[in-house]
């Protein structure tokens, strides 16, 4: 099993331009999660879901938008990419039968946006 | 609102000598609580988890926690810490019908040699 994966690694965007972010697992996990990691801040929530076809905004949705169009993969939009976006990104997959939502995180996305 | 606290940004310890990280939350029901440990430049990594049972939970690399409910704390410790466990950790906690876990901001473990 890979796991939980993140593609790309590393992205530098200048302001306005979009891209997406894309998040594989293949523990057949229902709940994923994207997250934004800065320095002091801990990791913050930006946009979940519990299923496919399904999301739900966490903390700090603007400026974002997500698709989980099929169980395996959760995709992060960023439509016009603000420096306020410059962040490491992550992901994480749940079993929720299992281990009352331990987390399984995949290696993250070092975006800056210029 | 539910929250997770950890109140020392960063720790230094000599490398044998015993840790303690300190993390409290304020929540509405019976909590889970978690453990994850981010080495540079790493994803997070689950230490260990409690959600019922015994309030002293052994997780790997040698570290525990102990759950106490009349302090809204989940401490975790080592006796004897290594170089290697240089890194960030972070608290979390979660609660049953609630789809989201909240994480604390980190704290960040300095190991002298």
Not at chain 1, 38 to 55: A, F, N, W
Not at chain 2, 92 to 102: L, M, N, P, Q, S
């Amino acid at each position: 099993n890979a796991g939980v994966t993140q593609t790309p690694k590393f992205r530098v965007l200048k302001t306005g331009q979009s891209m997406t972010l894309l998040c594989a697992q293949d523990m057949n996990h229902e709940y994923m999660y994207w997250y934004r990691q800065d320095p002091g801040m801990g990791l913050r929530l930006i946009h979940y879901s519990v299923g496919e076809g399904t999301t739900a905004k966490g903390e700090v949705p603007d400026g974002y938008n997500v698709s989980r169009l099929k169980k395996q993969n959760f995709l992060l939009g960023l439509e016009s990419a603000a420096p306020s976006q410059t962040s490491v990104y992550f992901c994480a997959s749940t079993h929720v039968r299992d281990s009352a939502y331990e987390q399984y995180f995949g290696p993250g996305t070092r975006l800056t946006v210029t | 609102a539910q929250s997770v606290t950890q109140p020392d940004i960063h720790i230094t310890v000599s490398e044998g000598a015993s840790l303690e990280l300190r993390c409290n939350y304020s929540y509405g029901a019976t909590p889970y609580l978690f453990w994850y440990v981010q080495s540079p430049g790493q994803g997070l990594q689950l230490l260990l988890k409690y959600f019922s049972g015994d309030t002293l939970v052994q997780g790997i690399k040698g570290f525990e926690a102990e759950f106490k409910r009349s302090q809204s704390s989940f401490n975790l410790r080592k006796p004897s810490v290594h170089w290697s466990d240089a890194a960030e950790y972070f608290c979390a906690v979660g609660e049953d019908r609630d789809d989201k876990i909240i994480f604390g901001k980190g704290t960040r473990l300095h190991i002298l040699p």
